[in-house]
């Protein structure tokens, strides 16, 4: 596997650090430390955190407790991050005490990734002359690039995905419940190697498959009616995401022409998507026209 890129994902977010004004950012989101750093731990929501990581123009460092670092230390030393270990200390005093030997100026933080409790913290650990400033999620833009490694990731979180489906057709019978399904997906995408699913997995049969974010229930499985599955994995850090519809047993005529109609229109779709494309508007008009064509327009 092609190895991270840590060097351009760094460049890149000091470029748009200092394009917004900042000479510092405190990074908290869980997707971004690893980006950045190959810190992998995750945080169960923003009230609690594994790590923070700061970056200025002169250092890359990861703040965190001891305890989260066996056997994080090779893909750590990749990213050429320091560790900066808050053994009986304070995450926001190490944060402070490091922005300030910085020079930093305007350090800045991630607004939707830091509570206000530990906002106020860091602001009360840190000097009065550095500003701290909410900032959108810059990383967010960079990460929107994938370099090779990443492309190679995404391909095998997919496969993981399409591999676990397959097996699931092999067991999936009449009677098991929509919970029973979901779980015997989400214990095969871990045997297969998954971290685990990208999102809750969701299962519809019946009524439950026309719609899109429909919560599993013990409802049973029905020969004849159509069964939705909404499900992804976890491969080192990078999601899967696929929907698959399908029956057990012979579906009634009227829902194998919906069926079909719709994957014309998606196959369309995918004719449509070329590089150079300008407007969405253009790729969208493909699948409409399929199902206008098939006279179901006004169900798009």
């Given amino acids: ?90 995450f926001w005093d190490l944060a402070a005490e490091r922005a300030q030997a910085d020079g930093v100026k305007n350090l800045g933080f991630e607004k939707d990734w830091l509570s206000y409790d530990r906002y106020a913290r860091v602001r009360k650990a840190l000097a009065e002359e550095i500003a701290l400033t909410p900032s959108d999620d810059l990383i967010r833009h960079v990460r929107a690039t994938k370099d090779a490694g990443e492309i ?10 399409d591999r676990a489906f397959r097996e699931l057709l092999t067991r999936i019978r009449v009677g098991m419940t929509e919970r029973e399904v979901a779980a015997t997906l989400e214990q095969i995408m871990q045997d297969l190697g998954a971290e685990g699913p990208s999102f809750p997995t969701i299962v519809g049969a019946g009524p439950g498959s026309a719609l899109p974010h429909w919560e599993p229930t013990d409802r049973d499985l029905r020969a004849g009616e159509p069964i939705l599955i909404d499900f992804g994995v ?17 579906p009634e005529a009227q829902l194998v022409e919906i069926y079909t109609a719709v994957r014309a229109a998606q196959d369309a779709t995918v004719e449509a998507l070329r590089s150079g494309i300008r407007r969405g508007r253009d790729v969208d008009a493909a699948a409409r026209k399929v199902l206008d064509d098939a006279g179901y327009g006004d169900k798009f």
């Fill in 1 to 90: 596997m092609a190895s991270a890129d840590y060097g351009r994902r760094l460049s890149e977010t000091r470029k748009r650090m200092s394009d917004s004004g900042l000479d510092g950012l405190l990074v908290s989101n869980p997707s971004n430390r690893r980006y950045l750093t190959g810190f992998t731990p995750k945080d169960g929501d923003i009230t609690e955190t594994s790590g923070w990581v700061l970056v200025t123009p002169k250092s890359l460092g990861i703040i965190a407790g001891p305890f989260f670092f066996p056997g994080l230390e090779h893909e750590i030393a990749a990213s050429g991050a320091e560790v900066m270990l808050a053994d009986g200390r304070l």
């Fill in 152 to 161: 190679e990731q995404l391909r095998r979180a997919a496969d993981v995905g």
């Fill in 234 to 250: 976890i491969v080192d850090g990078y999601c899967s995401d696929s929907t698959r519809t399908f029956c057990i047993g012979e």
